[in-house]
């Protein structure tokens, strides 16, 4: 039978998805407003690149945290989430270092005329920050805190908008910058998510 909490954590976890889809969506437009149409078809590929990435971390470690994880209790469960922690740095600087190798690559080859080398660039760069704030929200998530999940996002999100909100303000969105503001907003959101796990994340990965 569901229980009032059960019902709440559900809404929250809709919520979160509503938020995350729309905050997407308003950036997408603004951007796709204030950008020149190249310009926004860079994006556009930066951002998949970023999903391509996304996918790799969801396969290795959203994944398995999500299953094997979830069902951990205690100490056994901190252990598990401590090691899976490093697993997901090792995988967030692979995959950041591969989009730099790939952007630094088709600049050497079409040299400085294309604006897609340095959206990778920035890509590389905002993907620990972005790959480490999912991190901590699926833990919140598989510790059935989707409040706390959905409080994670909305400081995300939050920061995110109005970033672009001030890149537009003085003149200063591109491509890059824009790419930029959503690392830094993931940075400010990936602290606040380990603040959250800190007493899952106790234990130390070496005894897992």
């Not at 996918?55 to 252990?79: C, H, M, N, Y």
């Amino acid at each position: 039978m569901l229980t009032r909490k059960d019902v709440g954590a559900g809404a929250s976890g809709i919520a979160d998805q509503v938020l995350l889809s729309a905050t997407n969506l308003i950036v997408g437009l603004t951007l796709a407003r204030q950008l020149e149409p190249a310009s926004f078809g860079v994006y556009v590929i930066a951002f998949a690149v970023m999903l391509a990435g996304s996918s790799a971390q969801l396969s290795l470690v959203t994944d398995p945290l999500l299953i094997l994880g979830a069902p951990k209790k205690g100490p056994e469960q901190s252990r598990y989430l401590a090691a899976l922690l490093w697993i997901q740095v090792m995988v967030s600087l692979a995959v950041a270092a591969a989009t730099a190798v790939g952007g630094e690559g088709l600049r050497l080859a079409w040299g400085q005329g294309s604006q897609i080398p340095v959206a990778l660039i920035a890509v590389a760069a905002i993907s620990v920050p972005i790959q480490l704030q999912a991190f901590f929200r699926a833990i919140l998530f598989a510790r059935l805190r989707a409040a706390a999940a959905l409080c994670n996002d909305a400081i995300f999100c939050a920061l995110r908008l109005a970033a672009v909100a001030l890149l537009i303000h003085f003149d200063r969105l591109s491509v890059y910058t824009a790419l930029l503001a959503g690392g830094a907003a993931a940075s400010l959101a990936a602290i606040a998510g380990a603040v959250a796990c800190r007493d899952v994340l106790g234990a130390p990965a070496e005894r897992f």
